[in-house]
């Protein structure tokens, strides 16, 4: 199984743009064999599922988020990123980036999870 | 239909039984995998496509389906197993991942 790791800033401000990276190893991003994801989770509540991206370049969004999240990836640092613009206190969360499967679509590796709050 | 739904709580006494069902209309064409997480930790795979058991997983987790409904049955349960667990699967067009709303088993 391949490792990931997120990264970001632990602050953003109300209105501007959350951006994260998450970092790959063990594996290489350009695979076939994964899609990669990003899932948050607000303090005391549920899992919610982002988005994905593969290495065809096709993306998919949550369609609740999707006009805010943009998702892509850099193959030369093995590195996958979310970017989530217009941000406000309901988008306070624990960040988690993932490596799901392809074919049967199940989240296989998980990042250890980077807090993000939204507070000015 | 774009939703999973989960009861909010199962409670069981050590060694008996505790069964944790996911309903939606996808299930009955999408795979369902079943996460375990602990406070503070990321979530752990447990069961994936419905039936199938990761390894390193005990035996006493096990997974099926019927129809819309999917299950997760822990036999014997341990006060070890007491977490919050989470179904996951895709829309009916394989295009948005799903998860419930995650149950809370109390041992």
């Known amino acids: 199984q391949v490792q990931l790791q997120e990264s970001g800033p632990g602050l953003v401000k109300p209105s501007q743009t959350l951006s994260l990276i998450c970092t790959v190893s063990?594996?290489?991003?350009?695979?076939?064999?994964?899609?990669w994801s990003w899932i948050r989770q607000p303090a005391g509540k549920g899992l919610e599922w982002i988005g994905r991206i593969y290495i065809s370049g096709t993306t998919n969004r949550n369609p609740s988020l999707k006009s805010r999240v943009t998702l892509s990836m850099d193959t030369s640092k093995n590195q996958f990123s979310l970017q989530l613009t217009s941000v406000t206190a309901a988008d306070t969360a624990l960040y988690y980036c993932a490596g799901t499967l392809y074919g049967d679509n199940r989240i296989e590796s998980w990042g250890r999870g980077t807090l993000v709050t939204v507070s000015s | 239909s774009s939703e999973l739904t989960q009861s909010p709580s199962v409670s069981v006494s050590p060694g008996q039984t505790a069964r944790i069902t996911c309903s939606g209309d996808?299930?009955?064409?999408?795979?369902t995998h079943w996460f375990q997480q602990k406070p503070g930790q990321a979530p752990i795979l447990v069961i994936y496509k419905d039936t199938e058991r990761p390894s390193g997983i005990p035996e006493r987790f096990s997974g099926s389906s019927s129809g819309t409904t999917v299950t997760l049955t822990i036999s014997g349960v341990q006060a070890e197993d007491e977490a919050d667990y989470y179904c996951q699967s895709e829309d009916s067009d394989g295009n948005s991942v799903l998860f419930g709303g995650g149950t809370k088993l109390t041992v």
């Open positions: 996808a299930l009955s064409i999408q795979y």
């Open positions: 063990g594996g290489s991003i350009t695979t076939d064999n994964y899609y």
